[in-house]
């Protein structure tokens, strides 16, 4: 084995069995594009990657997000999102709201993003780690059984129903601004190109195509209340300069409460998504 090689097994330290490497690349090889492969693989597999304390500027950020993926602006055009519940911090702070429940980003749309990076730009005074589950791990772990009583579900996603977890009793002008964000109809089963399979679930899921909605409200928690048992799951605590980058289709993610008012906010870059839902 050459020297690169034995460097980069040394470089990788998986968190849990099932969810978690940290990452111990220096930056300029980071930068370089010479691990995208290798990370990119390893981010399929294991759902979340951390780099601890790397100091990305958001200059640098782009550069490392272009290595793993083709690089997706935000809809303003701006290339690095801020993520912070402080309004000083990021006008739409409502919506951000949201982020606190379990979910994955883009269900409205037919290809949801692939990965995304966080970089910690300043820290909550108490509270507000980012949460990960595994869906594909979550997905193999069920009884076979109750697997083959999940294929071919289809589950109606609406930005509407998210935004109830934080305001559960809107004005009607609520309920219309959010019915107008959108709807999807999704699997619950995401059957990958790869061959992998994936739970669809988190807070746009709203009902089961056909099922009594009681079943259905009991079926969808149920199944997130599976997926996001222990074993699946990785809470990042952050350190200032955490970059932290997850597989958006093999994962659900949640922000843990902080003091919204702390300052507390992240960068978010992201990759445009390479495979549609169904
Ligand atoms: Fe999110």
């Known amino acids: 084995m050459n020297t690169v090689a034995v460097e980069a097994l040394n470089a990788f330290e998986n968190i849990s069995d099932l969810i978690g490497t940290r990452v111990h690349l220096k930056k300029d090889d980071l930068l370089s594009g010479e691990y995208g492969d290798t990370l990119r693989n390893l981010l399929e597999q294991r759902g979340v990657l951390v780099f601890p304390k790397i100091n990305f500027s958001d200059e640098e950020q782009v550069i490392f997000t272009k290595t793993i993926g083709e690089f997706m602006p935000e809809l303003a055009g701006q290339k690095v999102y801020n993520i912070s519940l402080d309004k000083e911090q990021n006008p739409n702070r409502d919506y951000l709201k949201g982020s606190l429940f379990w979910h994955v ?105 056909g099922m009594d909605p009681m079943e259905s409200t009991v079926l969808l928690h149920s199944l997130r209340d599976w997926a996001t048992q222990p074993q699946f799951v990785y809470s990042h605590e952050w350190s200032l300069g955490d970059a932290v980058m997850w597989d958006n289709t093999g994962t659900m993610h949640r922000a843990m409460p902080y003091d919204p008012d702390c300052g507390r906010l992240l960068h978010r870059t992201k990759t445009a998504g390479e495979e549609a839902f169904a």
């Not at 692939?114 to 979550?138: D, H, Q, R």
């Not at 076979?144 to 609406?158: A, I, M, T």
């Open 105 to 209: 980003d883009g269900t409205m749309n037919r290809k949801p993003i692939g990965a995304a990076v966080l970089s910690s730009k300043a820290l909550s005074t108490w509270g507000g780690n980012t949460e990960f589950c595994n869906t594909y791990a979550a997905y193999d772990a069920l009884p076979d059984e109750q697997k083959s009583e999940l294929e071919g579900l289809r589950v109606v996603h609406s930005m509407l129903v998210s935004q109830l977890y934080h305001t559960p009793e809107p004005s009607r002008e609520q309920l219309e601004n959010w019915k107008a964000m959108g709807e999807a109809e999704l699997p619950l089963v995401w059957n990958h190109r790869s061959g992998r399979k994936s739970l669809i679930l988190g807070n746009t899921a709203h009902y089961v195509e």
